[in-house]
């Protein structure tokens, strides 16, 4: 994914990175859960990164030096997508940090994603679909666990 023009990042740093890492703590002692040092690095990268990050670059990044155990960072992984903390971007193969963490409660909750093919941005949307799936399931009997909805195209500043 490559194109000639800049992309800004929407990434987190500095105070707003480590407001959204004690918002998260705090979530988690809520639920019973606990924000373990590797979750809590992964789910800081997922944050830093502002865009979804790929499995094995979380790996290769975990650690300074020598890269993570992937067992290690699968498992964080795991965690987080549980609890709403990261969303799986299947078309990617990659995991996203859930912007809407700090506002709901969230947690495993379906998302729709518009995904740039051309800068990579994603930006995570509301279902509106879902109600639809869901009656539509449920006329069938059937029970959904997890709907995940992600549409590719060109953000405003690639179509530009
Ligand atoms: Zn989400
Ligand atoms: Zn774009």
Redo the contacts with the bound molecule.
């Keep these: 994914m490559s194109c000639g023009h800049d992309h800004h990042s929407t990434g987190l740093s500095g105070g707003a990175l480590s407001a959204e890492l004690t918002a998260a703590d705090a979530r988690c002692v809520d639920a019973g859960q606990k924000l373990t040092a590797p979750r809590r690095r992964v789910l800081e990268l997922l944050l830093e990164a502002g865009q979804p990050v790929k499995a094995y670059d979380l790996i290769a990044t975990f650690a300074d030096g020598a890269p993570a155990k992937p067992p290690t960072v699968y498992r964080a992984l795991e965690f987080l997508s549980k609890q709403?903390f990261a969303?799986r971007i299947e078309s990617l193969n990659a995991y996203v940090a859930?912007?809407?963490?700090s506002s709901e409660g969230?947690d495993n909750?379906a998302?729709a994603f518009l995904i740039c093919d051309c800068c990579g941005a994603t930006r995570?949307i509301d279902p509106a679909v879902l109600d639809s799936i869901q009656a539509a399931a449920g006329a069938r009997d059937f029970t959904v666990q997890n709907v995940t909805i992600e549409a590719h195209g060109l953000c405003a500043d690639c179509s530009a």
Excluded: D, I, K, T
Aim: aromatic share 0%.
């Design positions: 709403g969303h859930c912007r809407h963490s969230a909750h998302a995570e």
